[in-house]
């Protein structure tokens, strides 16, 4: 079992940075498949970044390719999202998401492929 905690968050300006982390308990990590959503009030939750647990492949939204950046660090069960240029249309929560390798296709942007998710972490970014 995978007890996710996101932090990170906070305000900043249009054009500014922010490196959110999601830290897991569990003591098999490297093994678990990883994403990135965020929620915006009075929309649904949405696909941001993903990457696996093997090769570290990675995925991104269109609206954040070439701005964002997700990462892992297996020592320290750790994953993080590198936010740059960010813009006010990127103000929401941001959760991170865990799927443990099954050996099946991984669905990196559905929501529902996930086994679990931290609480989330505000990111708001001021025009």
């Known amino acids: 079992q995978e007890q996710l905690v996101e932090s990170g968050g906070g305000l900043v300006q249009a054009g500014g940075s922010l490196r959110l982390s999601c830290a897991a308990s569990g003591r098999t990590f490297s093994r678990y498949n990883m994403g990135w959503f965020r929620q915006a009030p009075g929309k649904e939750r949405e696909f941001v970044a993903a990457i696996t647990w093997s090769t570290a492949r990675t995925f991104y939204g269109d609206s954040v390719k070439g701005r964002f950046t997700i990462s892992r660090d297996n020592t320290n069960n750790t994953v993080y999202l590198q936010m740059n240029s960010l813009k006010p249309e990127d103000t929401a929560v941001y959760y991170c998401?865990?799927?443990?390798?099954?050996?099946?296709?991984?669905?990196?942007?559905?929501?529902?492929?996930?086994?679990?998710w931290g609480q989330g972490t505000q990111v708001t970014v001021s025009s």
């Open positions: 998401a865990a799927k443990y390798y099954s050996g099946t296709y991984y669905y990196y942007s559905t929501k529902s492929t996930y086994d679990y």
